[in-house]
């Protein structure tokens, strides 16, 4: 099938703590893997994207691993900011992006 | 200059109306698509054209009617609207079919129909 399993749906942290968000999928055929942020109100914004050539890939405080045999995916923020607080998706490639349900990220000052 | 931009933002409007809504890019990619989003934030593929022709229609009711008159605009047409419509309604685009490089989404639609 084409299902992406997004875990956890909520997320509550602490600023200052890492969080964790974790994806899984089915089709194997998938090579691109973006993640979004949707900030209440607004557009979903690509934040950071892997290939399948990669297992790992860092910008500052976000960073995605990929294991394509076990056909999962993470996001991790480290050191997080009140402003990362959002809802992110990730999403797999096919010949249309679908997207996970979304994880709802709440960073407590 | 906003590169996907969506007219109107938002619809209120009563159940039975038609309603159309706008997109635009000036990305020069090729591939444009609608999205749904409902009140749980699921974000589920509408319609996909790739140089104005249709390539994903997935299961959504034949009163939504998209048009791609150039491969820089994508309109939504919804006839006979009904409650279950409301939602955020998103149009994005990209290059090829989005399996390499990710999608520009526009700043969303709410359409309310009471």
């Known amino acids: 099938g084409e299902n992406v399993e997004q875990h956890p749906s909520t997320l509550s942290v602490q600023e200052g703590d890492s969080a964790v968000i974790k994806c899984t999928y089915s089709?194997?055929?998938?090579?691109?893997f973006p993640w979004y942020k949707q900030e209440l109100g607004k557009r979903p914004q690509l934040i950071i994207d892997?290939?399948?050539?990669?297992g790992e890939k860092k910008d500052q405080r976000i960073a995605v691993t990929l294991n394509k045999t076990a056909k999962h995916f993470s996001l991790h923020i480290t050191e997080t900011q009140p402003e990362d607080s959002a809802v992110y998706f990730c999403a797999k490639a096919g010949n249309m992006l679908t997207f996970g349900g979304g994880t709802r990220l709440m960073v407590k000052p | 200059d906003t590169a996907v931009s969506q007219t109107p933002k938002y619809l209120v409007t009563q159940m039975g109306n038609d309603k159309s809504i706008k997109c635009e890019q000036n990305?020069?990619?090729?591939?444009m698509y609608w999205y749904k989003q409902d009140s749980k934030k699921f974000l589920k593929i509408m319609f996909s054209y790739n140089n104005k022709e249709l390539i994903i229609n997935e299961t959504v009711p034949n009163r939504f009617s998209p048009k791609s008159p150039d491969k820089a605009h994508l309109n939504l047409h919804i006839n006979s609207l009904e409650l279950g419509d409301s939602a955020v309604y998103f149009c994005?685009?990209?290059?090829?079919?989005?399996?390499?490089?990710?999608?520009?989404f526009g700043s969303g639609t709410r359409l309310t129909v009471v």
């Open positions: 990305l020069g990619h090729d591939t």
């Open positions: 892997i290939r399948s050539n990669v």
């Open positions: 994005a685009s990209s290059h090829g079919t989005g399996d390499y490089y990710g999608y520009t």
């Open positions: 089709d194997s055929a998938s090579n691109y």
